[in-house]
């Protein structure tokens, strides 16, 4: 099926110019090629406003939050709780106490798996998740299940990479406490039918945690019509800063969970015989924050609602299209992951050759592409393989980018026979 893309197509109205251009790593060169970046699913470019923030920020209202009467204390305290107010708005959460600001999605789902793990599962409970998860969104729950006594369940896939969801109607049970689950895969770009599976899962009251580490910088989120129970993201992954992440969790789960970890902001008042524990979101904030990149991911939501979200899906979607058009032609290449609804991911491996040689080449001709397990070995499992090279698309990639590849991987390729 021809796609209709051309290669000068910039759907974006950020003032007609390519949206390249207003991420300043992009402009360099490596190894004496223009760097193509396709490395996004890991982590994103910075747009130069991001950059500005950070700068803006150390430059003036840098200062320790929550503890201090002075002005910067003031400016950095309020800087930091709009972000809150932001990042509920921009996944319509009901409440900005329900946003939790972590070090990113990794930290969000061991606070769940630690503090929800002590307050709901027993002995003889289970916990689901999928088989094609991050090991981020695996090994908190089977630290959490070791600890009290409870079982992994694990939702099959297909040779597609789609999940069985039907088999939730067996694995779902009156002792299963949380079902944890990603909402794109990172290995494979399957985007999973999340409100099916909540809709599941809801029958029998059990919660749910939805990993949005793929879906965060690609789609509009709201957490209230989807109705997830936690929500999980990291700033680096939608054009924000490293070291700063958010968990949503609905106010009547945070409520109950016991705190993750001890130290100051976390309580109302310490004494050697009792502690008595802050209101949300303090509760589960202990310690001095990442103010600086709490404070910027304003500007990576800008970024994002600027484009806006939509938008940007609908365009990668015709860019994955085109790249899995484009790239399914070449002789002994097959892709890892063909569900029928994908996102901004394209997995593939060539016959004859190993991953990490075809990524090493391609790095040399300008262009970064992932290679490995990308934190999913049960998935690369399942496929029989050691690992795959990695195309994670983004807003800043264009059809004559896809076309580049394809050269570079047929001559890869080609060296590598
Ligand atoms: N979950 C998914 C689906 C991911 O793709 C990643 C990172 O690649 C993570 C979790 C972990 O994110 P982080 O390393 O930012 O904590």
């Known amino acids: 099926m021809a796609v209709n893309i051309s ?219 989807i109705d997830c129970d936690f929500l999980v993201f990291s700033g680096h992954k939608m054009y924000g800063p490293t070291g700063i992440g958010i968990l949503y969790g609905k106010e009547k789960w945070l409520e109950q969970m016991p705190p993750y970890q001890g130290g100051g902001e976390m309580i109302k008042s310490v004494r050697f015989e009792k502690t008595e524990y802050n209101d949300l979101p303090f509760k589960f904030e202990a310690g001095t924050p990442h103010i600086e990149g709490t404070v910027c991911l304003q500007a990576a939501i800008d970024f994002l609602e600027s484009l806006p979200l939509h938008k940007a899906f609908a365009y990668e979607q015709q860019l994955l299209e085109y790249a899995t058009q484009q790239m399914s032609q070449i002789p002994g290449l097959r892709i890892i992951g063909q569900a029928q609804h994908k996102a901004s991911i394209l997995s593939f491996i060539i016959e004859n050759t190993h991953p990490y040689d075809v990524g090493v080449l391609l790095d040399k001709m300008g262009i970064a592409v992932r290679t490995g397990h990308h934190c999913t070995q049960p998935v690369m499992d399942f496929f029989g393989i050691p690992g795959t090279v990695r195309v994670s698309l983004a807003v800043y990639n264009t059809p004559s980018e896809i076309d580049r590849l394809v050269t570079c991987l047929d001559k890869a390729v080609s060296m590598l026979k």
């Open 7 to 225: 290669s000068t197509i910039s759907p974006f109205l950020l003032q007609q110019k390519p949206v390249s251009s207003y991420f300043p790593a992009l402009q360099q060169q490596v190894y004496g090629q223009p760097l193509i970046y396709f490395d996004n699913a890991a982590t994103t470019q910075k747009p130069k406003s991001v950059i500005d923030a950070i700068v803006r920020y150390y430059s003036t209202i840098n200062s320790n939050v929550h503890r201090g009467v002075h002005y910067l204390s003031q400016q950095a305290t309020e800087a930091s709780e709009e972000t809150r107010r932001r990042v509920a708005r921009f996944i319509h959460a009901r409440h900005a106490h329900e946003i939790i600001f972590t070090r990113g999605t990794t930290e969000s789902i061991n606070l769940v798996a630690y503090a929800y793990g002590k307050y709901a599962l027993k002995p003889g409970d289970n916990v689901v998740i999928s088989a094609m998860e991050h090991h981020s969104n695996i090994v908190p729950w089977q630290i959490a299940c070791e600890d009290r006594g409870a079982s992994l369940r694990v939702i099959p896939m297909n040779d597609r990479g789609e999940l069985l969801i039907d088999e939730l109607d067996h694995l779902l049970d009156e002792r299963t406490r949380i079902l944890a689950i990603t909402w794109i895969s990172n290995s494979l770009g399957t985007l999973n039918p999340i409100e099916e599976i909540i809709q599941k899962a809801h029958q029998f009251d059990i919660p749910v945690l939805i990993d949005a580490a793929q879906a965060a910088p690609h789609m509009p989120i709201d957490v209230q019509t």
